[in-house]
């Protein structure tokens, strides 16, 4: 009887692979086969570039075929090996902020606005509405997120997935966090160039043993740097919130903030503004209000350029004190927590009003010419 290739797949099909327990041939790694006259060759296709049974599978491809057909038939057999993947492709390819749902940066146009404070009472407010929330502290060069959670004297655990290391988030309020301050001494002033701050973020996001979680907040620097366009090439952001006090100043620097997220090249959605420092309240006078940076500046920034106000924010002791003793006035119920929770109602509606109208970011890409 002629020799088909039917015939070459009935016989390897008795060679079964060791790792996988399944026959070579219904794993798919038999392609190519060519059949001519006491000559018959095709292609091991392996499943991985290291794989350890590599050579006694082709080993037994030739004798099996040998012992059925006759030693006069040559087997040639041709190896292909899937090209093996870096260190960093790897991490990018398992680290499980590929499960998160929606990224979400939180930004603003210039430092002192408390852009962190409303990042984690946000992140902490969205919690309790039963989501699953992580944060990054991406201000590598002013961690504060693990003194406003209370946890600076945590060491994120270093766990191994597929043999790929990763660091397990600390986790607190129902917030898994991540912060360069973890890593570094509190007391002496970080000193890094650009790109060992860049690397750094990586590191942060694509290492972070996250898990699937609904939001990943993001805490930018304040300003436009290599953080911000990392952050842009290294993940699809959702969208950004931008934070800022209801001062001219600061809104002139939040303009520039939102034209950075939405110009073309990076074509982020703003979910909104969120006005902080709204006003001064005296925790005994709770009616009464002193619009100490000025009055609805961000309220009416969010009309002229046609984007949300997630919530006003006021100043009031309480939430400094709390972000100074790591405990988010986000967690407790009154004034404060019904602000923030409003605001994270506000927030989470945004976000899937967008995911419905919107298609998906995509991460930029810088094409050298």
């Known amino acids: 009887m002629p020799t088909t290739e039917q015939t070459i797949s009935t016989i390897l099909a008795d060679i079964k692979h060791p790792e996988y327990g399944k026959d070579i041939v219904s794993l798919g790694m038999i392609k190519e086969v060519v059949i001519g006259e006491n000559q018959v060759s095709f292609t091991l296709s ?15 491809c030739v004798k099996a075929l040998h012992n059925k057909l006759g030693d006069q038939m040559a087997v040639d057999i041709r190896m292909d090996v899937p090209p093996t993947q870096s260190k960093k492709a790897q991490y990018k390819a398992q680290a499980s902020v590929s499960k998160v749902k929606n990224i979400i940066a939180i930004a603003s146009g210039k430092g002192g ?20 929330v992580g944060l990054i502290d991406a201000d590598i060069f002013g961690p504060s997120i693990p003194k406003m959670l209370g ?19 600390v986790e607190r309020y129902g917030v898994k966090h991540l912060s360069v301050g973890y890593f570094v001494n509190p007391s002496e002033a970080l000193v890094w160039r650009g790109p060992m701050a860049t690397n ?78 709204a006003w001064f309240t005296p925790e005994e006078l709770p009616d009464n209000r002193y619009y100490i940076f000025g009055k609805d500046g961000c309220k009416k920034l969010a009309e002229r350029m046609r984007l949300p106000l997630l919530g006003q924010i006021p100043i009031v ?4 004190e709390g972000g100074d003793i790591g405990a988010p006035v986000a967690f407790v119920d009154g004034v404060l927590g019904s602000a923030f929770s409003e605001l994270a109602s506000r927030f989470i509606a945004e976000v899937a009003k967008r995911n419905a109208q919107v298609p998906p970011t995509k991460k930029v890409e810088i094409k050298h010419k």
């Open 317 to 320: 002791q309480s939430i400094r």
């Open 151 to 169: 946890t600076e004297d945590s060491r994120p655990e270093v766990i191994k997935e597929d043999d790929i290391e990763l660091i397990k988030p």
């Open 46 to 60: 392996l499943l991985k570039s290291n794989d350890p049974f590599a050579s006694s599978i082709k080993k037994a």
């Open 200 to 277: 750094a973020l990586r590191q942060l996001i694509h290492q972070g043993a996250w898990g699937e979680l609904d939001f990943l907040f993001i805490d930018l620097p304040p300003g436009t740097s290599d953080i911000h366009l990392t952050l842009v090439q290294e993940v699809a952001l959702t969208g950004v919130v931008i934070v800022s006090t209801p001062q001219d100043v600061a809104l002139a620097d939040a303009i520039k903030g939102i034209s950075m997220f939405t110009g073309k090249s990076v074509n982020v959605p703003v979910l909104g503004l969120v006005e902080n420092m």
């Open 113 to 132: 606005v408390g852009k962190s404070t409303v990042a984690v009472n946000l992140a902490v407010a969205v919690a309790k509405t039963g989501a699953s």
